[in-house]
């Protein structure tokens, strides 16, 4: 239910993902809950798991947001 009711995790929707371009938000939900790893072959902690997608986020988020506020300027002139 945390993930559906943090919905959306980004308003622009070329960032739709908590995993990969909102890791924050993820992690936040993760440690706001009582959630336990059940992995026992390779545990990993929510942090060390979102410093793998960090990267992938700081990289993609400029493109993202660029190409979102083109869409929204694009739409902007339909409507008009």
């Not at 559906?4 to 992690?27: G, R, T, W, Y």
């Not at 059940?38 to 988020?61: G, H």
Request: glycine fraction near 0%.
């Amino acid at each position: 239910m945390a993930y559906h009711d943090e919905q959306p995790f980004n308003e622009n929707a070329f960032k739709p993902c908590p995993m990969l371009e909102n890791p924050e938000c993820i992690e936040e939900m993760i440690n706001n809950m009582d959630v336990v790893n059940t992995d026992v072959v390779a545990p990993e902690s929510i942090e060390d798991l979102c410093s793998k997608t960090r990267p992938y986020a700081a990289a993609w988020s400029d493109i993202a947001d660029r190409l979102w506020e083109e869409e929204v300027k694009k739409t902007q002139r339909e409507v008009r």
